[in-house]
């Protein structure tokens, strides 16, 4: 329980890296369409059937299923499988990182963005925050609010007890703009296959998720020292 109480934030840190690398990859790639989230999708769904635009509403539809799909396994899996959630989030972002570095430049937008919507919305389940608070690691506006209220009580409410709160919402914020500002230069030196860097914050993040359940035999030694 120690072990993972020590690494819980920073894997939601790198997470919220992963959040932001995916963001504007996807809206710099596929018509500024934003693949962490389904808002603006389901909004499109709407307006393409009120302008009669059905095949590109049956498009939307097939990326709410997919993403009702992954937040369906989220729910069923830790009731009836041993599986890491975390880890085979973990794994689900590489495999959709691939595939999309994969895909020609002439695919219909919505469709590219199928692995995103199945692999985000597995994560946003899987990570759910950190310190105690909840928190999306692949989108900004509840982190924002959270991260003002606590400034405010902090600073304007004299109340320095949010300040723990203060600081995990603004790191989680600041971690998911470099994960912006990463994906932004990649995108514009390497091109479309820049997505395949995201393998290595995700790397990084598999190995904190096998640090903190003391699965490598580092740990397995750490673990026993600090018992000795």
């Known amino acids: ?9 920073p894997l939601h840190y790198m997470m919220a890296f992963v959040g932001g690398f995916f963001g504007v990859y996807a809206i710099l790639s596929f018509c500024d369409l934003f693949g962490n989230a389904q808002t603006a999708n389901m909004i499109y769904f709407v ?39 975390q880890v085979a989030s973990i794994f689900l972002d590489g495999a959709a990182a691939v595939l999309i570095g994969l895909f020609p430049m002439d695919i219909h937008p919505v469709l590219a963005l ?17 310190k105690g608070f909840a928190s999306s690691t692949l989108f900004s506006t509840n982190n924002l609010k959270q991260f003002t209220m606590a400034v405010t009580e902090v600073f304007l409410n004299k109340d320095k007890t949010h300040t723990v709160k203060a600081k995990f919402f603004g790191c989680t914020l600041l971690s998911f703009h470099v994960g912006v500002a990463c994906s932004f230069a990649a995108r514009s030196l390497i091109g479309p296959r820049s997505i395949w860097c995201a393998l290595l914050p995700l790397g990084i ?8 359940n003391e699965w490598l035999p580092l740990a397995v030694t750490e673990g026993a020292k600090e018992q000795g």
Not at 2 to 9: L, R
Not at 51 to 62: V, Y
Not at 64 to 69: H, I, R, S
Request: charged share 15%.
């Open 205 to 212: 993040a598999l190995y904190t998720v096998c640090l903190a």
């Open 1 to 9: 329980m120690e072990k993972m109480k020590k690494y819980e934030t």
């Open 47 to 85: 307006t393409d059937l009120l302008g009669h635009d059905f095949a590109d509403a049956c498009l939307r539809l097939g990326g709410v299923l997919l993403f009702m799909a992954a937040i369906t396994l989220t729910v069923w899996l830790p009731r009836h499988s041993s599986i890491n959630l």
């Open 114 to 130: 199928y692995p995103f919507f199945f692999a985000t919305a597995f994560q946003w389940n899987s990570f759910k925050g950190a």
